[in-house]
């Protein structure tokens, strides 16, 4: 009887000596694994520091470089600012109307130009030119200096929500110079009041058209663009062709000019 309760005992023994090494290696199996969380949460900590650190140079860099365009565009805005103003205080000293009339068109395309950048580096992004704020801008300065007081030629503008970079803008913006121009100038000789229409509409995500249209007294009947020996016309069609579209016009009431042309930047993006 004593020799099964001395055996009891060791038994009792041995399972408590077997639990405490179990609860030893337990022990010792959570303190390393806490020393290695701890040195894995010191590594994350340190890789942390070093991508928010890398982030922050990032950050200045892109910052350092926005500003940087911002002054690039302020400084081409003002350079053709001052080419401008030289044509201008050249026009003053000119008698013979046709070479005036060159002079202020060459006025007006420098101005278009100067518009686009001016645009840009007070947009918030500046990649990206509104074309219908661009164009009321242009109205206003060819309205200027193309009609007297004596005449109301009302402006509309439909070009709501698109915005084209620089290698579209700046063509698409000298062809919008040259029609509306030509309007001012020759589709309202004989009337005192008159309306031109400037619309862009998108008809895919990468074609455009533009329709710029007066109620003016219209063109010849047997006007051939290709046959004109107008300088406008001519860059009309060749910068048309440079954002891979197409120039039409009828003259069925008044003069409506339609191209039909291409966003370079998203056509590039599909190529």
């Known amino acids: 009887m004593a020799k099964k309760e001395t055996d009891k005992q060791r038994n009792i023994k041995y399972v408590v000596m077997i639990v405490l090494f179990c609860v030893a290696l337990l ?30 140079v990032i950050q200045q860099s892109l910052t350092e470089k926005e500003t940087l365009l911002r002054e690039i565009h302020h400084r081409v805005k003002n350079n053709l600012q001052i080419i401008s103003s030289l044509l201008n205080i050249q026009s003053q000293h000119i008698v013979d109307e046709n ?6 068109e060459g006025q007006s395309r420098v101005q278009a130009m100067s518009l686009i950048h001016q645009n840009l580096y007070q947009s918030e992004h500046l990649s990206n030119v509104d074309i219908e704020n661009y164009l009321r801008e242009l109205v206003v300065y060819l309205s200027e200096m193309f009609v007297g007081d004596d005449k109301a030629i009302q402006v509309e503008v439909e070009a709501s929500q698109i915005q084209f970079d620089i290698d579209t803008a700046i063509p698409l913006g000298l062809i919008v110079n040259e029609l509306v121009s030509n309007a001012y100038k020759y589709a309202f000789q004989k009337r005192n ?5 400037i619309k862009i509409k998108a008809l895919s995500d990468v ?27 001519k860059l009309v069609s060749i910068l048309s062709r440079q954002l891979r579209g197409t120039m039409s016009f009828n003259s069925d009431s008044g003069t409506s000019f339609v191209v039909k042309f291409k966003d370079v930047k998203a056509l590039q993006s599909f190529v």
């Open 27 to 56: 022990t010792i199996g959570i303190f390393f694994n806490l020393k290695k969380n701890q040195k894995q949460k010191g590594i994350i900590a340190e890789q942390k520091k070093t991508v928010e650190k890398q982030n922050g």
């Open 99 to 104: 070479v005036l009339s060159s002079i202020q």
């Open 193 to 197: 009041s008159g309306r031109i229409k």
């Open 207 to 233: 074609e455009y058209e533009l329709d710029v249209n007066d109620d003016g007294t219209g063109l010849p009947a047997d006007f051939d663009p290709k046959k004109s020996k107008s300088l406008g016309l």
